[in-house]
């Protein structure tokens, strides 16, 4: 019977002849395989009954100990005596075997889709879980651990009752090495096994089919010293052992005011962050936290209104942010140690001493510094187990990427073997847009589901299933009655604060592993819940009859309150910044309007596909056209908002670049730049530098978008005012020599309703009141760390001769420069800009003015479809497809 016809059926084996020359297996790339060692030119008989049907010589060299090579030892002769392997036994010799390496979501989901599917009678799989651990963990709840809102068996339930009502098998172990042999060419007849399976305690487990689902470890020794003091926070014994260092130095420090507890974390993604505010709430004023990340940003991934809902409450709580820095050691504090002068014998009890961590920054402008630390946790940094499970004598038998992730087909199949499939983190499946899938539950759910299926379709001999990953939106704990939540499939949302918790924790019971654990946890989770609520309405009451205040002092502690709101300096504006922001005197800024942001993703109305991404110091959001193919145009693109706000995900500016990238057919590069007054000019210049170098360099050669499509003789730089002005400088900067790469050529530079301005009046702004040059001034120096004003070469860039002679040498080939005819503040000054340029001896084209009739300032943002913002957009692409 064929390979195909039956894959789980395995013939019956040949007694005696030796294994044919002729059909010795190769590996995918036609080289002679682990089959051709010396070693295993045996006889196709078994030492063993039933081996596998793989060479007896292979398995003895498998058991045999005492050997230096990689575990395995050679035999001395073929009469030696091997003590045969322990073997896995499989209750039916002729049902398919599934063996799923890894309990977490990925794999025990799998195992229960496998069980839930409707098999025929003769094939339905048998099934063996394993993993490390005898208990399932529910990741994302790991912090509850530590606020107390949850208990052990609510989120870390034994397999052995989730699968208590299955014919699942549970196995606890550890892998020791993946033997696969799905990828060997074979004639019909032969066997059809996938593989063996090897484990730390000495069992083998032949199998049909093989599901990789080991997840990822942290990666703990990274630095000097983060092996020996950090800890991490990915496993249950991980959370207990952080659980128990807090309530040590809790109990030590009970009853003290001083010192507090100082927590150091390093890392602010989302387990970084989770981790902050959850240890910021529990310890109060009694500790403080010290969160550390080598970007200036918290959860770069993370969208927008998770990201700003979980600074909030961390700038709300004891918290010190460390933002740009990175950890270059960790070491215990000597009583020698300056910094350790804070506890006087250092030691908090007899096994616990205070660390030193050394930071060293990662953006201009910040200097070292030393922290001490009670508790180190680390977050950053994770490694795949799959490399080190590859047989010694073929490494590469199972294909990986740089990361050590699994590569697999769309179907979840591992490349080449088409009877393992690997989910999860062990596996390395991109997005259509490109981007490798996020190590989140939600994506193993996901392709737990599939995997299950399409093992199904495979042994019924059916059409496997591509996987495609739907991101239904992000969840975060922000505390024991705060989280955010971000629905992809309803925009611009953003559940906080209790909504937000009681909605992610109905999402999260929902998603228990099932039924009857749903119900428990959920009956558990809903009786705390009304517990805390009674407690909270009995104290609201018993606050409400405060005892009785005499008149007199009633009146004087109202003329009190009022005096200090009056002196409030988080309530007097500083400065005032219309239609943008608001600075209070005590440093507090308010930006008006609406801070809505969209995600990136596939818009439905273009099909252009955005991401945001990383790119060197900077971030940027980067969209690719539908249907890009061969070589296009680059559009780095600057947002307006006068240097103070707006960002590459505000509606407007997102909506535009869907709707530019889909007309032009041009990658499109939108640039996250640092607002000010919090990072004044230069950094919003520095961060535009930054995107487009990393544009040029095709993503520092890491990108695929740029890697596949973009052409460098077609660079174009685009922004509206703020933007536009920024496009000018970041193009001032690429004159100078060896600046740009060789082979980037600057084709335009687009400037619409450029911000300029000057100490001079011009055109028709000799007719501005006083007043305005006042607030250009004004605002202008409110954007800039040091400038002169207004005649500042960055606002005014054609002020004198140097600076005329800088400004004509900018090295683009073509510039276009547009206008609002009702664009009172900045017309005169676009007008001032086209004339300055064509006069002052610039090598390249400047083409005619383009005018935009009866509208105002950045006006095509909300009118895009109007007449005037079709034309504007027109006259843009053709700009760029010139």
Request: hydrophobic share 40%.
């Amino acid at each position: 019977m064929s390979c195909r016809a039956s894959p789980w059926i395995r013939p019956s084996l040949p007694a005696g002849p030796r294994f044919p020359t002729s059909a010795r297996p190769r590996s995918p790339l036609g080289i002679r395989n682990l089959w051709k060692n010396p070693i295993l030119k045996g006889s196709w008989t078994l030492g063993v009954p039933n081996m596998f049907a793989l060479p007896s010589r292979l398995f003895r060299c498998m058991a045999s100990s005492g050997s230096g090579d990689g575990g395995f030892a050679r035999p001395t002769s073929t009469d030696e005596v091997v003590t045969p392997l322990p073997l896995y036994s499989w209750p039916d010799k002729q049902r398919p075997r599934v063996c799923i390496l890894g309990g977490g979501f990925g794999g025990l989901y799998t195992a229960l889709r496998l069980e839930s599917l409707v098999w025929p009678s003769d094939k339905k799989p048998q099934v063996v879980l394993v993993d490390q651990s005898d208990r399932f963990v529910f990741k994302p709840m790991l912090y509850e651990l530590l606020s107390g809102e949850v208990d052990v068996w609510e989120i870390a339930p034994s397999f052995t009752e989730l699968l208590k009502n299955t014919s699942v098998q549970f196995v606890r172990d550890s892998v020791k090495l993946l033997r696969p042999s799905d990828h060997f060419r074979r004639d019909p007849g032969e066997s059809c096994t996938g593989g063996v399976v090897h484990l730390e305690s000495g069992t083998v487990i032949e199998y049909d089919w093989l599901v990789l689902a080991l997840g990822a470890e942290a990666k703990i020794d990274v630095v000097p010293g983060s092996a020996e003091y950090a800890l991490p926070f990915t496993t249950l014994e991980d959370a207990l052992r952080v659980e128990s260092k807090l309530k040590m130095l809790e109990r030590k420090r009970f009853g003290k005011s001083s010192p507090t507890i100082e927590v150091a974390i390093v890392g602010l993604g989302y387990s970084g962050v989770e981790l902050a505010a959850t240890i910021s709430e529990r310890l109060k004023n009694t500790g403080t936290v010290k969160a550390i990340n080598v970007q200036t940003t918290i959860c770069p991934t993370a969208p927008q209104g998770n990201r700003d809902a979980a600074l909030k409450v961390l700038e709300s709580r004891n918290i010190q942010l460390l933002l740009g820095y990175f950890v270059t050691c960790i070491k215990e504090a000597s009583t020698s140690d300056d910094s350790s002068s804070t506890v006087t014998d250092s030691e908090v009890d007899g096994d616990h001493k205070k660390l030193i961590l050394d930071l060293q920054p990662a953006e201009r402008g910040l200097k070292g510094q030393t922290l001490e630390a009670d508790l180190v946790l680390w977050t950053v940094g994770s490694t795949s187990q799959i490399p080190r499970l590859q047989p010694p004598d073929a490494p590469y038998v199972i294909p990986l990427n740089g990361r050590g992730q699994v590569e697999t087909e769309e179907t979840l199949q591992v490349k080449g073997h088409p009877r393992t499939f690997a989910i999860g983190d062990s596996a390395a499946l991109r997005d259509p847009s490109g981007k490798l899938l996020p190590a989140t539950a939600q994506v193993a759910f996901q392709q737990a589901d599939f995997a299950g299926w399409n093992l199904w379709a495979a042994i019924n001999d059916r059409p496997l299933l591509p996987f495609r990953f739907q991101n239904l939106g992000e969840m975060m704990t922000l505390g024991r009655n705060d989280a955010a939540i971000t629905a992809s499939f309803i925009e611009g949302l953003t559940l906080e604060g209790p909504l937000g918790h009681a909605a992610r924790k109905l999402v999260y019971c929902l998603r228990m592993p099932t039924d009857e654990h749903r119900v428990k946890v959920g009956i558990s989770w809903f009786t705390k819940t009304t517990i805390d609520s009674l407690a909270s309405v009995q104290n609201a009451v018993a606050n409400s009859f405060p005892p009785p205040t005499p008149m007199a002092d009633s009146t004087t502690n109202s003329s009190a309150a009022a005096a200090a709101a009056a002196m409030d300096p988080d309530s007097e504006v500083a400065f005032d910044f219309p239609p943008y922001l608001c600075q209070y005197k005590s440093g507090r800024v308010h930006r008006l309007g609406s801070a809505l942001t969209v995600p990136a993703g596939t818009d439905a109305a273009t099909g252009v596909v955005s991401k945001d991404i990383r790119a060197g110091p900077a971030s940027v959001r980067i969209y690719l056209p539908p249907g890009a193919t061969g070589k296009i145009p680059v559009v780095v693109y600057f947002h307006g908002g006068g240097f103070v706000v707006g960002s590459p995900a505000r509606p407007g500016t997102h909506n535009y670049l869907n709707d530019l990238v889909a007309r032009s057919g041009a990658i499109g590069v939108s640039v996250y730049y640092r607002l000010a007054p919090e990072h004044k000019l230069p950094a919003a210049y520095d961060d535009a530098w930054a995107a487009l170098r990393w544009a040029v360099t095709l993503g520092d050669g890491e990108e695929p978008w740029l890697l596949d499509h973009a052409d460098l003789s077609r660079v174009f730089l685009a922004g509206c005012s703020a933007g536009a002005n920024i496009a000018h400088n970041t193009a001032v900067r690429a004159s100078a020599p060896g600046a740009l790469p060789d082979g980037v050529t600057l084709r335009g530079l687009a400037l619409v309703h450029p911000y300029f301005t000057g100490s001079e009046a011009v055109g028709g702004e000799v007719a501005f009141a006083p007043e305005i040059r006042g607030f250009m001034e004004r605002t202008w120096r409110f954007v800039v760390s040091e400038t002169v004003g207004l005649d500042d070469p960055r606002a005014c860039p054609f002020v004198d001769e140097a600076a005329r002679k800088v400004a004509a040498g900018i090295p683009c080939e073509r510039v276009l420069v547009c206008i609002a005819e009702n664009d009172v503040l900045l017309k005169e000054r676009g007008l001032w800009y086209y004339r300055e340029l064509k006069a002052s001896g610039y090598a390249g084209e400047v083409e005619e003015l383009f005018e935009s009739k009866g509208v105002d300032h950045a006006f095509h943002f909300d009118k895009l479809d109007t007449e005037e913002g079709v034309k504007l957009q027109e006259r843009l692409v053709a700009f760029i497809k010139a």
